[in-house]
């Protein structure tokens, strides 16, 4: 079991928790490290007086805080400590809010949040629930690591989860960092949003993370490991061009289509996609209906061509029509995972469609 990075506890009204908080992520990025051009030497990174070159250990630096050029006031660990009893390991639960009140560039990371006993679990559960019921946050303030955080502590079905969030004046106006923004909004009623709004729908999927991965991640390990057997690498396709602002509303029809068309074959089975197949449920009845009536007529056409052949085919294409199916239903994600386990040259530059053409003709 991981250890908690903070114990402390948590205060809900009169109510007293102690819990502990554990790091809800981990970092998978790659990693390398810095060399010598020409040889296989580490360059580090070491601690050095400016004044007089020499490396200084990390026992004898302290933290000083600057108050004029050259001038500095020293401040002790212990000092920092000292000036906020008890509050570095208190969470306490000031007011509740609408968590979809709070706009996503507020949070910052994540922290799941234990109790620290069994003879805890009980209030614990109990504060989840409410919280889960509620369908709210609870605001609070956080000493941690000699820093103080503002937070806000939610429930997921099985665990506390407490995100620490900027402050407010942390948080930058948009108007004040990014060029160019419109001065004004898009007319409700125009054709373009109205468009837009339906490509929006048509695309709506269902959130599962797991069918989502760092692709930049594999492509770096695959560049290492042809690098290392002296093969080629082959770049990434260049970003397509930016829509021209005359070519809008084709785009967004021509957008629009391609997606209902992949709903009506089945597309990824996931949000309006999922209503598309589920309601053909009565047309592929009526189809099984037609195919068994069909029977006589089929065992007819049989007797025309050599039974050897006629069952030798007729396996060898249902197979291929299944296996299309089955294709049709994964999302691109795992379409390109199969890509990659089967080789499948040019996968990378492939869309979604294509994934499912090249995999099916593997498999025929």
């Known amino acids: 079991m991981a250890r ?16 502990g908080l554990y790091t809800a992520t981990e970092d998978h990025t790659v990693h390398f490290h810095q060399l010598q051009r020409g040889t296989s030497d580490r360059i580090r990174n ?9 490396e200084v250990g990390g026992d004898r630096i302290v933290k000083g805080y600057e108050i004029d050029e050259g001038e500095y006031v020293v401040v002790e660990p212990e000092e920092l400590e000292e000036i906020s009893p008890g509050r570095s390991k208190v969470i306490d639960l000031a007011g509740f809010v609408d968590l979809r009140e709070v706009e996503p560039v507020y949070f910052d990371r994540t922290y799941y949040v234990g109790p620290r006993g069994k003879e805890y679990v009980k209030v614990y559960e109990l504060m989840r629930a409410a919280l889960d019921r509620a369908d709210k946050a609870g605001i609070a303030t956080l000493t941690m690591r000699g820093k103080e955080y503002l937070t806000a502590l939610r429930a997921q ?16 106006d948009p108007a004040s960092v990014v060029p160019d923004l419109p001065e004004r909004r898009t007319s409700s009623d125009s054709k373009e949003l109205r468009t837009a709004e339906q490509l929006i729908d048509a695309l709506t999927i269902e959130w599962n993370p797991d069918e989502y ?5 594999e492509r770096v390990l695959k560049l290492v490991a042809a690098k290392r057997k002296g093969e080629e690498v082959v770049g990434e396709a260049e970003p397509p061009e930016a829509t021209n602002v005359i070519d809008l509303m084709e785009a967004l029809s021509r957008s629009v289509e391609q997606s209902r068309s992949r709903g009506r074959k089945g597309g990824d089975g996931k949000g309006a996609v999922g209503k598309t197949r589920a309601g053909s ?10 195919q068994a009536g069909s029977g006589k007529t089929r065992t007819a056409a049989a007797k025309k061509e ?9 396996r060898k294409g ?16 795992e379409l390109q995972k199969r890509a990659s ?24």
């Open 281 to 290: 449920g009565k047309t592929r009845a009526a189809a099984g209906k037609t």
């Open 341 to 364: 386990a089967a080789g499948v040259a040019g996968r990378s530059k492939m869309t979604r469609d294509q994934l499912v053409k090249a995999l099916a003709g593997q498999a025929a």
């Open 318 to 333: 249902a197979a291929g029509r299944k296996e299309s199916e089955d294709l049709a239903s994964l999302s691109k994600a």
């Open 4 to 19: 908690p990075i903070w114990t402390g506890v948590l205060t809900f009204g009169l109510v007293t928790l102690p819990v």
């Open 157 to 172: 079905p099985r665990v506390l989860v407490l995100h620490t969030l900027h402050w407010a004046d942390e948080v930058r």
């Open 306 to 314: 050599p039974a050897g052949k006629k069952k030798s085919a007729g």
């Open 46 to 54: 070491k601690r050095v007086n400016e004044r007089t070159g020499k």
């Open 213 to 217: 991965h760092d692709t930049y991640e």
